[in-house]
């Protein structure tokens, strides 16, 4: 099927001769429709359209700076909150366990071909409910219980899936963590190397939930290489800016790219695994039947409308951007006083450590909160303390970058920070005025 930036539904059957979710004639489109749009919950259930709204506003006034978060457009909105959310359909394209598939199935294809078209894919599975359920399909498909495996440690980056004790991944394999250099708090591919030959993994996991720089994927298929490893390359959060050309892909170097849809890449929360042709059978069966039932046919259409933006111009302009503001911002912290872990940043993503300006990770996040500021906890790594690391602060530009801010925006944004962290009165009025300047969903 032919990749189509746009969704088209000349070919769909029509069951009236017009729905509501075609475009009004001659006026502006209106998906929100009496029986599916924000009006008819209002109706049923005030109490909890009172909720949604509430939420709407705490995400228009506060400023999103959770380097995993970002806004979704209308269009994938509409399609989450869609009559595709009515639809079983357990299995493939073409091959499903349900009946009346034949139009949903359209969808799917629509989002694997927009999935590989964009990524240079040979195999896209779209169905993954989440980076984890995608991560844990990625070991379904090529581990048993008991294997080794080696991926970042958690307390220097490492997500809960990466071998956590909290998680199956901890239970259920035996995983070996590598870290960053204390001092440059760059991957060590040597030691890297060496952990890979003194346990000879059966997989690599390259990924992180922190690290603000582009990982090495040749290096990490060279090792892989030398030890036999499959390497899994966790893009969750990259995937957007790979999206938009301005991170380096995975895709020819990992034998299965997990990734998710709703960080950078701006798109319905979700899961997306990429493998070559030759795994597609086992990591199609690791999905389903395997981790999961019936996939979640509205999210899988919004995964294509997302999909489908992030192959524009714009898409790949919109990532030059939140690149280009996470650098000024970089800049800017460590102009504070911060100290910016690396250095600085090559993605959407900084981590930091705000001691010098007297306060730990978690109180920064509290004073930042209540200044209107959302950020997270991080471990950052810090040479010279107990374990190697500290709890800092992670940061990041996708959301911002979606409102519109550019450069000037993060020399203010950084300011209100260091205002939030002093306590200063009148900074949540001051996180408010810039907010308002610049809407996500005006
Ligand atoms: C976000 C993330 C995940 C998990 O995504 P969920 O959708 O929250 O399950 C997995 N791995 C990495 C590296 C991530 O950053």
Redesign the pocket.
Known sequence: MAVSPAPSSGHLPRTSPRSPWDAPPGGAPDPWTPWAGPEALRRQDPELADVLLAELRRQRQDLQLIA?ENFTSPAVLAALGSPLANKYAEGYPGARHHGGCEVVDLAERLAVDRATALFGAEHANVQP???????LAAYAALLRPGDTVLAMALAQG?????GSPANFSGRWFDFVGYGVDPVTGLIDHDRVRALALAHRPKAIVC???SYPRHPDYAAFREIADEVDAYLIA????PIGLVAGGVAPSPVPYADVV?A?T??VLRGP???LVMCPAELAGRMDRAVFPFTQGGAQMHTVAAKAVALGEAATPAFAAYTRQVVANARALAGELSQLGLTVATGGTDTHLITADPAPLGVDGPAARRRCAAAGIVLDVCAVPAPDRPGGCVKGIRLGTAAVTTQGMTEPEMGRIAALLAAALREDAGTRAEVAELTGEFQPYP
């Open positions: 995993a409910h989440s980076g984890s359920s995608a991560v490492g997500h809960l899936t990466h990924g992180s939930i966790d893009a969750a959060h997990c998710t709703h960080k929360r979700g899961g």
